[in-house]
C-alpha cells in the first residue's frame, strides 16, 4: 500500500476526510506520531453527529441542544484512558449511570454539549470546515479539489464520512476499487433518523436524569437538555424519531414532522413549544457492518473508517480510528 523507500513518519502527509471522531481520533493519533495531517470537514461545525446547537428565542431564553450523539460509554482501556484525560480537562463529566435503571456504567456526555469534545481534539489539528471535497485524484499523491476550487495534496488519504458518502466520492473521482472489496463497502447500510430541536416554554416532563428510549412507533429517543446540564437558559429538548418513522416521513414538511412527534411526545413535553428546528441524519447510525476494523485499498494508499467499521457507537468510531492509524504508522518507516 505505502511506498516504503518514499515515505517515512518524519515526512509523509495525510489528508484526513471527515471530521467526525473518528477522523479526528486518527488525525489526533497520526500527528502525534509525526505524521502532517489536514483534516477537511464539509460542516460548519467540526465533529459531525457530534453535533451542538444553539436556538435563540429572546434575549433570556436561549436552548442549546445536542442533537446528534447524545451520550457514550467506554469499554476499552485505550479509550478510557482518552475519556480519564477528558474528564481532568472539564471537556467530559458524567451525566448518569443509566436511564431509568442504573447499571453502574457512567455515561458521558459533554459539559458544553458533544460538540465540544470534537472542538477539544481538534485544537492542535490543521482543520477546515466548511470544505466539502468534490474530487480526488491520485498520481504518486493524492490531490484533493474541493468547492471553491481550492487545492490540497497529501501522500495518504483516510476517508472517514458515512460509507456511500465516500464511495460517491470515488465515482465521481472516477477511481475504482477492486470488485471483491466494492461489494463489500457497498453492503454497509445505515438507519436514517430525523430530530426535531424543541424549545419550550415550561419544564419538561421526562423524567430525571433528563434522557428516555421509547418504544413509541413514531419516537426512539427523548433528551431534556436542561435537565442534562448544558442548556441553562432554556428548556431544550431533543426528540429522535425512529428509523421507521424517519424514513416514512423524510420528505414530508418540517412543520407536518415536527408535530407528529409533538403529539407523540405529549406526555413528556407537557408544555408549549416556543420554536423549533428539524434536522434530518441521512447516514445515523449504521445497520450492517464492515468485517474489519478498516478499509485499505490494495492499489492505493487509500484507508476508510468509521462507526461502520467496528460497533455504531461513539467507542466503535474511535476504536476503528485508533486501528486505522495504528495501520498507517505501521506502514510508514
Not at 61 to 68: E, R
Not at 79 to 92: A, H, K, M, P, R
Request: proline fraction near 5%.
Amino acid at each position: 500500500m505505502f511506498d516504503r523507500d518514499r515515505l517515512s513518519r518524519t515526512d509523509s502527509s495525510c489528508i484526513v476526510i471527515g471530521g467526525g471522531i473518528t477522523g479526528l481520533t486518527i488525525a489526533t493519533v497520526l500527528q502525534q506520531q509525526g505524521v502532517q495531517v489536514t483534516v477537511l470537514d464539509k460542516g460548519r461545525g467540526i465533529g459531525g453527529r457530534l453535533a451542538t446547537r444553539r436556538v435563540q428565542h429572546s434575549e433570556s431564553i436561549k436552548g442549546v441542544f445536542d442533537y446528534g450523539t447524545q451520550y457514550f460509554s467506554i469499554k476499552h482501556p485505550r479509550s478510557q484512558t482518552w475519556v480519564n484525560e477528558w474528564l481532568q480537562q472539564g471537556v467530559i463529566r458524567e451525566w448518569c449511570r443509566g436511564f431509568g435503571e442504573t447499571d453502574d456504567k457512567p455515561r458521558y456526555c459533554g459539559v458544553n454539549g458533544t460538540r465540544g469534545i470534537a472542538k477539544h481534539l481538534a485544537q492542535d489539528l490543521a482543520v477546515h470546515s466548511s470544505t466539502k471535497v468534490v474530487k480526488i485524484s491520485y498520481n504518486t499523491r493524492w490531490s484533493i479539489t474541493t468547492e471553491g476550487d481550492r487545492q490540497f495534496e497529501g501522500d495518504i488519504l483516510v476517508m472517514a464520512p458515512p460509507v456511500p458518502q465516500s464511495l460517491d466520492l470515488l465515482d465521481n473521482s472516477q477511481i475504482v476499487l477492486p470488485s471483491h472489496s466494492r461489494t463489500s463497502l457497498e453492503q454497509i447500510s445505515y438507519h436514517s433518523c430525523i430530530a426535531v430541536l424543541a424549545l419550550l416554554e415550561q419544564p419538561s416532563s421526562i423524567p430525571a436524569p433528563g434522557g428516555i428510549a421509547l418504544a413509541d412507533e413514531s419516537l426512539i429517543w427523548l433528551a431534556d437538555n436542561y435537565q442534562k446540564g448544558i442548556s441553562p437558559q432554556g428548556h431544550a429538548i431533543t426528540l429522535h424519531a425512529t428509523p421507521q418513522f424517519s424514513e416514512a416521513y423524510w420528505n414530508n414538511k418540517d412543520a407536518e414532522i415536527a408535530n407528529k412527534l409533538f403529539t407523540a411526545a405529549s406526555n413528556y413535553l407537557n408544555s408549549n413549544v416556543v420554536k423549533y428546528q428539524v434536522h434530518r441524519w441521512r447516514y445515523s447510525l449504521p445497520k450492517t457492518l464492515y468485517h474489519e476494523p478498516y478499509f485499505v485499498c490494495s492499489s492505493l494508499p487509500l484507508v476508510m473508517a468509521g462507526d461502520a467499521f467496528v460497533a455504531p457507537k461513539i467507542e466503535g468510531a474511535m476504536q476503528s480510528g485508533f486501528a486505522a492509524a495504528q495501520y498507517i504508522s505501521n506502514s510508514l518507516l
